[in-house]
Structures are given as C-alpha cells and as structure tokens.
C-alpha cells in the first residue's frame, strides 16, 4: 500500500487567501470607523471615548470593572476617558446597590444621543454591505470573527447580546 501524499491545505487556509482576509478585514474596520472619527472629532472625542459609549449604551449600569474588561485598557485610560465623558455630561456613575464599592455607568440622555448619531454612521455602511452579501455571507462573516476571539472571553461577548 503507498503511503498517501500530504493533503495540500484548503484554498482558503493558504497564505494568499488569509493575507487578503487580514487586508479585507483592516481596510473594512478602516472605512467603517472613519464614519464615526468624523462625529467623535466634532465633539473633541477620539476612539476611546466611543469605544465606552458603545459598551454603556449596549449595557447600562455596567461596572467600571466590567468596563475594564472589555476594553482591555489600563484603568488610568479608561479614568481619564469615563472623566472627561463625566464632565461633558455624556456619562453618570452610581455606587451599586448590593456592593457599595460598585461603580456603575449609564449614559446620560445626552451620551444616548451621541452614541445613536455615532451608530447611525455605521450602521449605513454595515446594512448596505450586509445586504449586498446575503444572510448565509453575514452568518458566515461573523462566525469567522468569533473564531478570532479567545474562548474564555467569549461569555463577555455573549452578554452583549442581552
């Protein structure tokens, strides 16, 4: 019996093809966040800022920890970012009701508004490319991405979905 020649990898796991995936992928994220850096610069804000809007606004009364977490920031750039949104009127920050060392976010009517306009931006681009490509390609799309991020952080993305 011959021994079997190594199997060629797939066409879509060769360098080629995962190079243009990386490409695909940063010049998308690029087009997609330069939308909301036109709104953010209007408002003296950059990426940061509206990386915790997006978090509170998908979970109000988020902690600060739990913040923390999903941005993956020292708590000194997250304090200087929840500081300056605090100060604008953006953000507002409750203890817990159960643990009194909680500090909980929420946006204010004024951060909802910011981080609606801010969405709004994005998800033009997002419906039009997710409707140019089909369900099946979107289903897809987003199985590739959670593919990219690590199993233990996975519950802390599921949560966002509510």
Known sequence: MAAS?????????????LRRGMELLYFGQSHLIRSIDRGLAAQGL???????????????DLTVSDLLALLAITKQ?????????????????????????QRLL??????????SDLFDAAREKMSAAYSRAGPEAVAGYWKVLEGLIPEDEMPQVERLRG
């Open 5 to 17: 020649a190594p199997s060629a990898p797939a066409l879509f796991l060769r360098e080629p093809e």
């Open 46 to 60: 950059g990426r940061a800022h509206h990386r915790a809007l997006y978090f509170i606004a998908r979970q109000p």
């Open 77 to 101: 750039s997250l304090g200087r970012v929840l500081t300056e949104l605090a100060e604008r009127g953006y953000v507002e920050t409750r203890t817990g009701e159960r643990d009194r060392r």
């Open 106 to 115: 929420r946006l204010t009517p004024m951060g909802a508004a910011l981080e």
